[in-house]
Nanobody, 123 residues
Framework: QVQLVESGGGLVQAGGSLRVSCAASGRSVSDYAMAWFRQAPGKEREFVAGISWNTGNTYYADSVKGRFTISRDGAKNTVWLQMKSLKPEDTAGYYC????????????????WGQGTQVTVSS
């Protein structure tokens, strides 16, 4: 079992920056790829960014490439999503997810999810 707790969401103006965090706990957390998804009201959940369980390889949705950066600490217990040049269309609930022994891309089998943190970008 893996528990995921997100934090760091909030209200930011367009063009601003924000960093959200995901604290992971449980058995063998280091065996898991981690990713961020988001879901806006009335829209389907979409993959934002992911990081491999072992290689450090990262993956990004086209809509956030060059603006968002995913990283994790050496112990792999915390994952961050640094967001820059935020746009109103980035407004959504942001969710952390974990997939065991996976690459961290959009198609990895994410079995564990956090409760989410809200990011609101005003125009």
């Amino acid at each position: 079992q893996v528990q995921l707790v997100e934090s760091g969401g909030g209200l930011v103006q367009a063009g601003g920056s924000l960093r959200v965090s995901c604290a992971a706990s449980g058995r063998s957390v280091s065996d898991y790829a981690m990713a961020w998804f988001r879901q806006a009201p009335g829209k389907e959940r979409e993959f934002v960014a992911g990081i491999s369980w072992n290689t450090g390889n990262t993956y990004y949705a086209d809509s956030v490439k060059g603006r968002f950066t995913i990283s994790r600490d050496g112990a792999k217990n915390t994952v961050w999503l640094q967001m820059k040049s935020l746009k109103p269309e980035d407004t959504a609930g942001y969710y952390c997810a974990a997939a065991k022994f996976s690459s961290g891309d959009a198609l990895s089998p994410y079995d564990y999810w956090g409760q989410g943190t809200q990011v609101t970008v005003s125009s």
